[in-house]
């Protein structure tokens, strides 16, 4: 069945007026009535618009109502709350490496009083608001800090048929590929492939994605700062009933990690910045500020992060496919999962709740995803077992040991040049913050969520780029 699609003009033809009811009426029909015929639908938002007064209580049409009567949604958001005096137990994978100021941050998180459960991953770290790897599920509300500032940022994973040697004997020609393929920090591609992502509504009806529209196309394709990398590696299957349909061995592997690129920032920013004055905390809670999902500015923000969701996958398919198309070869399969997003999930005794991953891989059962360690040290193709008191989530890599101005501080560019040559590890750009150092050891994070995952294999970084190189 084909997917339901409606248009402003259509909207506006059945006596619509242009504004926000228009985007506001679509949105509400994606969400609730997506599967219904386009005539159905019409038909439907003609006769709220006639009769709204007769559709105030019902479920799905009500916030159209509600606009077209002038009246005020009636939620909690707009006064100032208190955090509960006791904060509600959640378990911490790997407690014993996880510093004070993560499990501190998951404390005052545990005291909302939206949250219903939560979890801290073995590669908790520090952060803002919600700490890196916390997981958070809360009752009607979404937490756009509690998503973070990059949303949808995702591992991606191609496994090619080639022999691996070529990495070592052809070292150069695989950079070479990797320079002339990807893009970094504020480099983009001079003519940046086109894509779907572009023609949604989104764009139209959320403003402060219509206002990123344009920096979004110039971006896609491209990587961010920081910890995002693009490298080739070694992939070595150990699982025999993988899901790939492949033998056991080695495959040469391309991965990935980066998000929503500027346009997932901004619409970060502009969504924490609504939900801090509509939902006014005390100062150690104030970024975990939310917007109720039955509100408009939840429901808009809803719409962009999904939207930011997609557009980041988008980016990793273009630098996936212009590396394919390079090697000359199709894979043989890929593994893509996202973390910093918003789920809607049901808990083990069926509660529909938000579930916020910060830094946490999807690990709902039968679920595939990679966890990277560091550019010296293996990531991990896992099958996730759905266990509920993680809130079916497992950690999304190894996890900072040391701080970036820790790391600055304490590491020197030779020392990094000489672990990296005697780990056999080629890197093109990267800074000190990013040194394989100032990660955790990710043989013990693994370890303290055998619970999580199940392992069907491992890739080996050996080309490693990361922005800085320019």
């Not at 939206?114 to 700490?131: F, N």
């Not at 199940?454 to 990361?466: A, H, N, Q, S, T």
Request: net charge positive.
């Amino acid at each position: 069945m084909a997917k339901l699609k409606l248009r402003g003009k259509e909207l506006r033809k059945i006596g619509y007026e242009e504004g926000k009811i228009i985007g506001l009426a679509i949105n509400v029909v994606y969400e609730h009535f997506r599967r219904e015929p386009h005539e159905w639908a019409l038909k439907m938002l003609e006769q709220v618009r006639l009769r709204p007064e007769a559709f105030r209580e019902v479920e799905g049409w009500e916030r159209i109502a509600k606009e077209l009567l002038g009246e005020q949604e009636v939620t909690a958001e707009g006064g100032q709350y208190k955090l509960e005096q006791k904060a509600q137990d959640f378990p911490m994978f790997g407690e014993k490496q996880i510093e004070i100021g993560a499990k501190d941050q998951m404390f005052t998180a545990m005291r909302l009083p939206v949250t219903v459960q939560g979890a801290l991953m073995p590669d908790a770290h520090q952060g803002y608001g919600l700490p890196i790897g916390g997981v958070l599920a809360t009752e009607n509300s979404v937490i756009p800090y509690g998503v973070g500032v990059d949303i949808g940022c995702r591992m991606c994973l191609s496994l090619y048929d080639i022999p691996t040697q070529r990495l070592i004997g052809e070292r150069d020609k695989f950079k070479n590929m990797l320079g002339e393929h990807s893009r970094f920090g504020f480099e983009s591609f001079e003519r940046p492939m086109d894509d779907p992502i572009f023609s949604r509504d989104e764009f139209k009806y959320v403003k402060i994605a219509r206002e990123n529209r344009d920096k979004a196309y110039k971006q896609i394709g491209s990587s961010g700062g920081g910890n995002h990398f693009v490298e080739f590696g070694i992939a070595r299957l150990t699982d025999e009933n993988n899901e790939f349909g492949l033998p056991l061995g080695e495959y040469l592997a391309v991965l990935s990690h980066s998000g929503s690129r500027g346009m997932g920032a901004k619409i970060a920013q502009h969504y924490t910045k609504i939900a801090m004055q509509k939902c006014r905390l005390p100062k150690e809670a104030r970024h975990l500020a939310w917007l109720t999902l039955d509100s408009e500015a939840g429901h808009e923000y809803w719409a962009a992060m999904n939207l930011a969701g997609d557009y980041a996958s988008a980016c990793h398919d273009h630098i996936h496919r212009r590396l394919a198309k390079a090697l000359g070869e199709k894979p043989l399969a890929r593994i893509e999962n996202h973390h910093n997003f918003a789920w809607k999930e049901k808990l083990a005794n069926g509660k529909e709740v938000i579930v916020h991953r910060k830094g946490a891989t999807p690990a709902g059962k039968g679920v595939l995803g990679i966890i990277p360690g560091s550019m010296t040290a293996p990531g991990f193709i896992v099958r996730g077992k759905g266990n509920f008191q993680s809130l079916q989530s497992a950690s999304h890599g190894a996890g900072r040991l040391m701080s970036r101005s820790q790391a600055k501080r304490s590491l020197t560019g030779s020392e990094v040049k000489k672990y990296l040559e005697q780990q056999g590890v080629t890197l093109i750009g990267g800074g000190l913050d990013e040194a394989p150092m100032a990660y955790k050891d990710i043989h013990t994070v693994m370890a303290n969520q055998r619970d999580l995952v199940d392992v069907l294999g491992e890739f080996y970084p050996k080309i490693v780029r990361m922005a800085g190189d320019s």
